[in-house]
């Protein structure tokens, strides 16, 4: 069965950084994109970012864009996020999410897997 997990969330302080990342198991020989996505109290989910399976496409929301970079190793089946410059706004869990075929997607309805979550919490 497939697993995603989150990891690296936690409490930075406004302009800090945190480096998040998604560990995937049991998608075997599979092709995928993937998306990190997140969701504050009281909003709903939003997709963050996304990655196809070579890497070489890349999508970032704009409230996030020179901010957020996504990256992926998949000899380590793994996706990350850099975020740099933290504000507050960016205070949420994030999820990533795994979609089998070539390319990643901004739409949260493609995604097939599904992480946990993880809180990313960001104080002034």
């Known amino acids: 069965q497939v697993q995603l997990v989150e990891s690296g969330g936690g409490l930075v302080q406004a302009g800090g950084s945190l480096r998040l990342s998604c560990a995937a198991a049991g998608l075997g020989d599979t092709t995928y994109g993937m998306g990190w996505f997140r969701q504050a109290p009281g909003k709903e989910r939003e997709s963050v970012s996304a990655?196809?399976?070579?890497?070489?496409?890349?999508y970032y929301t704009d409230s996030v864009k020179g901010r957020f970079t996504i990256s992926r190793d998949n000899i380590k089946n793994t996706v990350y996020l850099q975020m740099n410059s933290l504000k507050l706004e960016d205070t949420a869990v994030y999820y990533c999410?795994?979609?089998?075929?070539?390319?990643?997607?901004?739409?949260?309805?493609?995604?097939?897997?599904w992480g946990q979550g993880t809180q990313v919490t960001v104080s002034s």
């Open positions: 990655i196809s399976w070579s890497g070489g496409s890349t």
């Open positions: 999410a795994a979609r089998t075929g070539y390319s990643g997607s901004a739409d949260l309805r493609g995604y097939q897997y």
